[in-house]
């Protein structure tokens, strides 16, 4: 089995979207890692068929139970707790309502004042030591605590460093309580006006999402039995380019969110050479996958249809295929509809057992 760091290009997907995506719809930041990254080479590789139709996969369980609909449930309902005013010192997981003012050398700061303000101690919103003071204050309570800001503080560069006093009153402090199941909480947390409302249309949700689940298990199993089957020469070449442009781009959507990937890295605990490795894996997968695609679709004498196009234009995040076209090329955004008809022609060939 194939195991990936999180953000790579994942699995089929690859032949579909410009950038690691997944099927899911790409945020507007990454248009221009994905510009950049998106146009391939042609292959130059090399493949021999083996067995693509008929192939026996395991079909994957789409059933939602009452049990799963109710854990779901029950994990909005300690998502979404009523708040309930105690009369006794906060504790942590307590949410203290206050007013604070922060204080450098006397003088508030920008950005240090606050009225009404709710913070759940313990939640790390605020600098060490914050909520850590606030933890036993009763409601009415003033206090005054003598902090010192991290360094360095991306936030504001100019504390950085910093000590500081923060003079704080405590208006209330209130528990989290698990909220009883009834319409008035459905009304706070949806649209719905009835518990039955909401727990079919959550039912539905849950269904969507395991039969998505269910449909990339199959298509995985499908696949990977695809490419083994086959027999590739000549693809080294092929590989290394697709390596080099999957470490690219992905160094290039972390940018976009001012991460090196070292960083990024160390935060999943994934060592370069670990990454590598799954980097060049996922790159020869891809090749492999590319050629055996192109080559279903030439076997089979396929053809591009609109439903095709429109199925790339969702996985791109786009509302059509011409904007694939716009961002893509031409080239590409009708390789990627062929390799969709091809992925579509093995799923409708594969016995599901």
């Known amino acids: 089995m194939r195991r990936y760091v999180k953000f ?34 042609e292959l130059t590789g090399h493949v021999e ?25 029950q994990s909005r309902l300690e998502a979404n707790p009523d708040l309930v005013e105690v009369d006794r010192p906060a504790e942590n997981g307590d949410t203290v309502n206050i007013d604070f003012v922060g204080l450098l050398d006397g003088v508030a700061f920008d950005g240090g004042t606050g ?23 009763v409601k009415g309570q003033e206090l005054s605590l003598e902090l010192t800001f991290p360094d360095p503080y991306q936030n504001n560069p100019d504390l950085a460093g910093k000590d500081v006093v923060f003079d704080v009153t405590v208006n209330r402090v209130e528990e989290a309580r698990t909220p009883e199941l009834n319409d008035a909480f459905v009304q706070r947390i949806s649209d719905f006006d009835t518990v039955d409302a909401w727990e079919a249309d959550l039912r539905s949700q849950l269904e969507d999402t395991k039969a998505q689940q269910a449909d990339t298990q199959e298509e995985n199993e499908l ?48 060592d370069q050479a670990a990454y590598e490795e799954s980097m060049h894996n996922q790159a020869e997968f891809n090749v492999k996958l590319e050629l055996v695609l192109q080559a279903v679709y030439t076997q089979e004498n396929l053809e591009i249809g609109d439903e095709a196009r429109q199925a790339v234009a969702e996985a791109n995040g786009v509302e059509d295929f011409d904007a694939v076209v716009e961002l893509a090329g031409e080239t590409d955004a009708d390789r990627f509809a062929r390799n969709w008809t091809a992925m579509e022609f093995l799923k409708d060939n594969a016995v599901y057992k």
């Open 115 to 137: 009225e009404n303000y709710d913070l759940e101690l313990g939640s790390g919103s605020f600098i060490d030591g914050f909520e850590d003071g606030l933890v036993g204050a």
């Open 49 to 73: 068929l083996g067995q693509y139709k008929g192939i026996e996969i395991e079909a994957a369980d789409r059933t939602v139970t009452d049990e799963e609909v109710q854990d779901a449930v």
């Open 8 to 41: 790579l290009v994942c699995g089929a997907a690859a032949a579909l979207v410009l950038a690691s995506g997944c099927g899911q719809k790409q945020e507007e930041e990454t248009t221009a890692a994905q510009e950049e990254t998106s146009g391939r080479e």
């Open 223 to 270: 696949f990977d039995a695809v490419v083994a089957n086959a027999t590739f020469t000549d693809i080294d070449n092929d590989v290394e380019t697709e390596y080099q442009r999957l470490m690219d781009q992905n160094e290039n959507l972390l940018a976009l969110q001012g991460v090196t990937l070292d960083q990024y890295l160390s935060i999943f605990g994934v």
